[in-house]
């Protein structure tokens, strides 16, 4: 199976900041890359595919970047809505889907 | 707007089945443009993808391997509706599980998931 490594595993910052998560595929996935939000006792919620494709409906303020088998999730000015734990997922081929352990974004 | 919601008990003694039962309202469970998913969540085994069923001119399935030797997943178009089965359940199968849609753009290959249902917290007790 694909292993996504994900860091940090957690952060604190502060409302406007600048954050940016980073997971790293264990082989070549292309662009085959998700990334999820998901709030407590929530179900995760996407936020972008394809590596850097918005879905419909997410602030501007979320981007995602690719640069070989490292992705990268920017939130360019953090708002109090965006604490939350935040998950990277492969596509890639056929499954097994694979996750990222997390990273659980907290207030400084 | 897609919506999924999950049914099904939270508490199954060891040994026995885990069913969960998931409703599709705003897309048909017999589309060929996304496959329809099981995932749990735990502290131990973090996201976890457990398998799917999609319809192309007929049914197929993808199981994780981890569980292929216990899990199914089926559909019942009448209802609209797919379902998990999990038998021989331990401990290590609690988790809150959750069902998905797995929406794919086809010519370029790129799968994701969107919506999910609202998470099933099922307890493997006795």
């Known amino acids: 199976d694909i292993q996504m490594t994900q860091s940090p595993s957690s952060l604190s910052a502060s409302v406007g900041d600048r954050v940016t998560i980073t997971c790293r595929a264990s082989?070549?996935?292309?662009?085959?890359l998700n990334w999820y939000q998901q709030k407590p006792g929530e179900a995760p919620k996407v936020l972008i595919y394809a590596a850097s494709t918005l879905q419909s409906g997410v602030p501007s303020r979320f981007s995602g970047s690719r640069s070989g088998t490292d992705f990268t999730l920017t939130i360019s000015s953090l708002q109090p809505e965006d604490f939350a734990t935040y998950y990277c997922?492969?596509?890639?081929?056929?499954?097994?889907?694979?996750f990222g352990q997390g990273t659980k974004v907290e207030i400084k | 707007q897609v919506q999924l919601q999950q049914s099904g008990p939270r508490l199954v003694k060891p040994s026995q089945t885990l069913s969960l039962t998931c409703a599709i309202s705003?897309?048909?469970?017999?589309?060929?443009?996304?496959?329809w998913t099981w995932l749990r969540q735990s502290p131990s085994r973090g996201l976890e993808w457990l398998g799917r069923t999609y319809y192309r001119s007929k049914w197929y399935n993808d199981y994780a391997v981890s569980v292929k030797s216990r899990i199914t997943i089926n559909s019942d178009t009448s209802k609209n509706q797919f379902s998990l089965h999990l038998t021989s359940v331990t401990p290590e199968d609690t988790a809150v599980y959750y069902c998905a849609r797995d929406l794919i753009i086809a010519v370029a290959g790129t799968w994701w998931l969107d919506p999910w249902g609202q998470g099933t917290l099922v307890t493997v007790s006795s």
């Open positions: 997922q492969q596509s890639y081929n056929t499954p097994p889907w694979t």
């Open positions: 082989q070549n996935i292309h662009s085959f």
């Open positions: 705003g897309d048909s469970v017999s589309t060929t443009t996304a496959a």
